[in-house]
């Protein structure tokens, strides 16, 4: 079976998977974490405004209270071998799925701009760090001292050697410094010891690959395998054998407007056939936000013609104002000296309604975040 469906009809389907259509309630926020699959966490103001968008009344606590107190959340290197935010629970799908691709890809990093030798040659090292962070947490700086590698060199290589161990999910993010939306400073810790009830593995890397295929799809669907793999930051050809697996499972979606087989999980089908016209919706996505990040294909709500305007150079992702189901524009939000201003540039001209209910979310913004707000509107186009 092969299904037709217009553009309209996916966008508002993921969004609706994504909870951007309407907000979970405050209770559920760790499920949404999960059933997005996470929240990149290139800075911390960032990953707080990805669930504040889809979460009610959601407090500026919560993320480092799950993350330092309860540890139900866990901050490690994990898709596109960037940082995310996840449940603790999933780790070891996410470490098992990924970690084969991520190495490779930090190993021909590493060895390719002479940061070591050899893919190897860090290894022998892991066991100074773990020993180091028996006691606990440390900053890069700490276990640079306790580790008594003195010259300035060793300590960026101390930084790369923390983000290898943890790509290899031996440790994680743990405490770290500084108000809820700019972190100052970062320490780490041995996942034994953060994370003791958790079993790295307890998955073989098949069933962690083919779990974490199906949670893609039922959060970004109906997706191709090349989006999957842009989203997880791996190759195609490394997909393709879970994709392959749940063949029996899965059903090709036509979307005219954009490229490829795109494909969803059978039970899935019903829910997409049935999305409803909605009233328009406006959300303010952070950098770097989930729904940005989750296709290669990025037309189900970005209109090519502006795609330069909201992926930068170098590798930055722009901050996007969502008006009903496609990006209508970018945004700022800066540090002043009394107070906070927003600076918003749509793409085009935004209809009175769509204008009123742009500024009603940037109430809300106020209202979470607790700053003063200066709203300044940049000319459209």
Not at 226 to 245: H, I, L, Q, T
Not at 267 to 282: A, G, K, M
Not at 300 to 326: E, S, W, Y
Request: hydrophobic residues 40%; charged residues 25%; neutral net charge.
């Amino acid at each position: 079976m092969i299904l037709e469906i217009p553009l309209r009809k996916a966008a508002l389907f993921t969004l609706s998977r994504q909870h951007l259509l309407e907000r979970a309630p405050r209770d559920l926020a760790l499920d949404v974490v999960d059933e997005i699959l996470g929240l990149n966490a290139q800075g911390a103001i960032n990953v707080q405004l990805s669930l504040w968008n889809r979460v009610a009344d959601l407090e500026t606590g919560f993320i480092p209270r799950a993350l330092h107190v309860d540890r139900s959340l866990v901050k490690t290197w994990l898709m596109r071998n960037t940082v995310h935010v996840i449940p603790s629970k999933q780790l070891p799908i996410y470490h098992k799925a990924l970690g084969r691709s991520l190495i490779r890809e930090w190993n021909r990093w590493t060895t390719k701009t002479g940061s070591k030798e050899s893919a190897t040659s860090w290894e022998p090292l892991y066991s100074q760090v773990l020993k180091a962070l028996e006691g606990g947490p440390l900053t890069i700086r700490q276990l640079h001292d306790v580790l008594k590698w003195k010259d300035g060199e060793s300590r960026i290589t101390v930084s790369r050697l923390v983000r290898e161990m943890s790509l290899r999910g031996l440790l994680c993010h743990s405490e770290s410094s500084g108000p809820w939306h700019h972190t100052t400073q970062y320490s780490f810790a041995r996942v034994d010891k953060w994370l003791p009830g958790i079993d790295q593995e307890s998955q073989s890397e098949d069933e962690a690959l083919t779990s974490l295929v199906r949670g893609y799809l039922r959060a970004y669907g109906p997706a191709s395998i090349s989006d999957f793999a842009y989203w997880a930051g791996m190759k195609v050809s490394e997909a393709r054998p879970a994709f392959n697996g749940l063949s029996d499972s899965l059903v090709e979606v036509v979307v005219p407007e954009q490229r490829g087989k795109l494909l969803i999980l059978n039970e899935d089908v019903p829910t997409l056939l049935e999305v409803e016209e909605r009233p328009s919706v406006v959300r303010l996505l952070p950098c770097f936000d989930a729904l940005i990040m989750g296709h290669k294909d990025k037309t189900r709500f970005i209109d090519p013609r502006v795609l330069n305007r909201i992926l930068l150079p170098p590798g930055d992702i722009a901050a996007t104002i969502m008006v009903d189901d496609r990006v209508q524009g970018v945004w700022t939000l800066r540090k002043m000296k009394k107070a906070w201003r927003i600076e918003l540039s749509p793409f085009n001209i935004l209809s009175r309604d769509e204008i009123d209910a742009v500024k009603a979310e940037v109430d809300q913004l106020q209202s979470f975040t607790g700053f003063e707000i200066e709203l300044i509107w940049k000319k459209a186009g």
